[in-house]
Nanobody, 123 residues
Framework: QFRLVQSGGGLVQAGGSLRLSCAAS????????MGWFRQAPGKEREFVGA????????DYADSVKGRFAISRDIAKNTVYLQMNSLKPEDTAIYYC????????????????WGQGTQVTVSS
């Protein structure tokens, strides 16, 4: 079983920064592509960004490009989502996810999910 445990998140003012962490256990971390998704109340879960297995490639949604950055520390089995210049519309529950096949924007490609963490950006 591949387990993902998230930490970080919370309440921040607009323009501020937060970093989310997602620690993996149970399988070889570097075998998995990692993604971040978010879900706001009443909305579908949407793609935020993803990172390749060794961390050499990343992909971001247009809405966060230039403000968010994904990285991974293979030695620590952890993937990070650094969020800068946060906006109220970034308010959502954020999820990390893993899949062993490809760098994907589709939530349906991901087999394993973290528990989610709330990010609230006040104006």
């Amino acid at each position: 079983q591949f387990r993902l445990v998230q930490s970080g998140g919370g309440l921040v003012q607009a323009g501020g920064s937060l970093r989310l962490s997602c620690a993996a256990s149970g399988r070889t971390f570097s075998s998995y592509y990692m993604g971040w998704f978010r879900q706001a109340p009443g909305k579908e879960r949407e793609f935020v960004g993803a990172i390749s297995r060794r961390g050499f490639s990343t992909d971001y949604a247009d809405s966060v490009k230039g403000r968010f950055a994904i990285s991974r520390d293979i030695a620590k089995n952890t993937v990070y989502l650094q969020m800068n210049s946060l906006k109220p519309e970034d308010t959502a529950i954020y999820y990390c996810a893993a899949n062993g096949d490809l760098l994907s924007r589709s939530r349906y490609a991901y087999n394993y999910w973290g528990q989610g963490t709330q990010v609230t950006v006040s104006s």
